[in-house]
C-alpha cells in the first residue's frame, strides 16, 4: 500500500447558502455511529452496539452486515480492498471478512488490550505489507500477517500516546514516515515502528487530543479537541487551520480535478484550497451532538453523529446531502477542468476486467500514472518511468476489483497532472 498521503493541484469551490440534509435512519438502531466509509456508491457505518450496516441507495433502504462478528461495539472500520472487506476495530477484538458474514477474529496473540481503535496496513512503506492495531492504553503493534501474532511497537510511546486513535504514512523516494493520532499528541516514526518521537510543538491542553488525521505528501493535518492543525515539517511545527473548536475527524476526496478536505466535529468546513476553510451548514441536531464520522459517494456527503447520554451511551444518526447542495457544482467536481487533454478517457468505461489509458506527451518527460479508489488511496502503478514525447497507451486490470469508482490520474515532471473517472462493473 504505497503513498498512504497524495498530492494534488487543488480547484476553489463556493459554498451553497444552505444544504438539504435528510435523516437517513437505520431501521431498529439509535446507537451512535462511529466510523463510516464509501466503496463506490455504498456506505458502510460501524456503530457504538449495534454492529455495521451498509446501504447501496443513498439510506433508502440498509442491510445489516454484522454477520458473526464477536462485538458490535464498533470503535472503527476500514474498507478498500473490495466492496465486501471490511477490517473492523471493535472493544473487544479486531475483525476481517471479505463478504459481509463471515467475519474472523484475527485478535490473535500479543495484544496487551483488545479495545482497539485502529486495525489495517500500518506505514505502507514495509514491502510485506505490515499490519497494524491501534489501541486504547496498550499502544500500537504491528505483524506481517493479517491476524498476527502481534509485536509490541511502542518504544518512545507513553502516557496518553498509548491511547492511539488514528494511523498514517507516506512514502516517495526521499521521505518515509509513520505518525500516529493519540490522546497524548503526535508521534512520528521513520524507521518502520522501531521507534517514534513526539512531535507537539505548538500543540498543548486539548489540542493534544488528536482524534483523526489526514495528509497532502508530507504535509499532515490533525482534527483535535481544540482546533484543526497542520505540519509540512513532520511535526516540528504546527500551523493553526482552525482555532479553539472541537473536531473528530479530517480526511480528503479525490475528485476529477483536485481533492475536497473535509473536517467535522461540533461544526463543518471543508476547503479545496488548505487556506480558505467554509463552513458547511449542519442539519439541525439535539443539543451536545457532534459529527463523529463522515464519508461521500460521487453524488452525497454523508455525515455520522454522536450524542453522550448520561450514562455514558451513545446515540445517534446518518444524515445525506448531495454535493450538489454544498459545493457550487457536482459536474464542475468530477469532470476534467478546460485545456490541454493530456489524458484521454479510458476505454471501454464502464468495464468489467480490462481498460486501456492513453496519453499524450507534448515533450520528453519523467511521467507517473496511477489509479486510486475514491478516499485517495493507491490502487495501482502503470506508469513511472522517463518518456518520449508522443502518444501512449497502457491496459488497467481491473479483475480484482468489481463494483466502484475509480480515478486514474497522470503526473510528470515538467507540471502535466490530470484526472480523471473510470467506472468497473459489478
Not at 22 to 28: D, K, R
Not at 233 to 239: A, C, E, H
Not at 396 to 419: C, E, V
Request: with cysteine; aromatic share 12%; charged share 15%.
Amino acid at each position: 500500500m504505497k503513498t498512504t498521503f497524495i498530492s494534488l493541484f487543488l480547484s476553489a469551490f463556493a459554498l451553497y447558502a444552505t444544504a438539504q440534509w435528510q435523516n437517513i435512519a437505520i431501521p431498529g438502531s439509535t446507537a451512535g455511529i462511529t466510523s463510516m466509509f464509501t466503496y463506490g456508491e455504498a456506505l458502510m457505518a460501524g456503530t457504538a452496539g449495534d454492529g455495521i450496516f451498509t446501504t447501496g441507495d443513498n439510506g433508502n433502504s440498509w442491510t445489516d452486515i454484522s454477520g458473526n462478528i464477536g462485538n458490535k461495539n464498533i470503535n472503527d472500520i476500514r474498507g478498500g480492498a473490495g466492496p465486501e472487506v471490511i477490517w473492523a476495530a471493535t472493544e473487544n477484538g479486531i475483525f476481517f471478512t471479505q463478504d459481509h458474514s463471515g467475519y474472523d477474529n484475527n485478535t490473535g496473540t500479543g495484544l496487551t488490550t483488545t479495545d482497539a481503535n485502529y486495525y489495517w496496513l500500518g506505514d505502507g512503506n514495509d514491502p510485506n505489507k505490515e499490519w497494524a492495531v491501534g489501541t486504547n492504553g496498550g499502544g500500537v503493534f504491528t505483524s506481517g500477517e493479517l491476524g498476527g501474532p502481534w509485536s509490541n511497537a511502542n518504544t518512545g510511546i507513553s502516557g496518553n500516546g498509548l491511547y492511539v486513535n488514528d494511523l498514517g504514512g507516506y512514502e516517495d523516494d526521499e521521505v518515509v514516515y509513520a505518525v500516529l493520532a493519540t490522546e497524548g499528541g503526535v508521534y512520528f516514526s521513520t524507521d518502520q515502528f522501531s521507534s517514534w518521537t513526539l512531535k507537539n510543538n505548538g500543540l498543548s491542553g486539548d489540542a493534544l487530543k488528536v482524534k483523526k488525521l489526514t495528509g497532502l505528501g508530507t504535509a499532515v493535518m490533525i482534527a483535535t479537541r481544540a482546533g484543526l492543525y497542520w505540519s509540512m515539517d513532520l511535526g516540528d511545527s504546527w500551523t493553526t487551520l482552525i482555532p479553539d473548536e472541537k473536531f473528530n475527524t479530517v480526511g480528503l476526496y479525490l475528485t476529477g480535478s483536485g481533492i475536497i478536505c473535509f473536517a467535522f466535529g461540533e461544526n463543518g468546513y471543508y476547503t479545496a484550497d488548505l487556506l480558505t476553510w467554509n463552513p458547511v451548514a449542519l442539519p439541525n441536531l439535539p443539543s451536545g451532538t457532534e459529527v463523529s464520522s463522515f464519508a461521500m459517494n460521487s453524488t452525497h456527503v454523508f455525515i455520522g453523529t454522536n450524542t453522550m447520554g448520561k450514562e455514558g451511551d451513545l446515540t445517534g444518526g446518518i444524515y445525506a446531502a448531495p454535493i450538489d447542495q454544498i459545493i457550487t457544482s457536482a459536474e464542475e467536481i468530477f469532470s476534467m477542468p478546460s485545456g490541454n487533454d493530456f489524458l484521454k478517457q479510458n476505454y471501454p468505461n464502464p468495464f468489467s476486467s480490462t481498460t486501456v489509458i492513453s496519453y499524450t506527451l507534448p515533450e520528453n518527460d519523467f511521467v507517473t500514472l496511477k489509479v486510486y479508489d475514491l478516499p485517495g488511496r493507491e490502487v495501482a502503478t502503470l506508469v513511472n518511468e522517463f518518456q518520449k514525447a508522443g502518444d501512449y497507451s497502457v491496459q488497467f486490470n481491473a479483475s480484482f476489483i468489481r463494483g466502484t469508482t475509480l480515478f486514474y490520474r497522470i503526473k510528470s515532471a515538467k507540471g502535466i497532472i490530470q484526472t480523471k473517472k473510470m467506472t468497473i462493473l459489478e
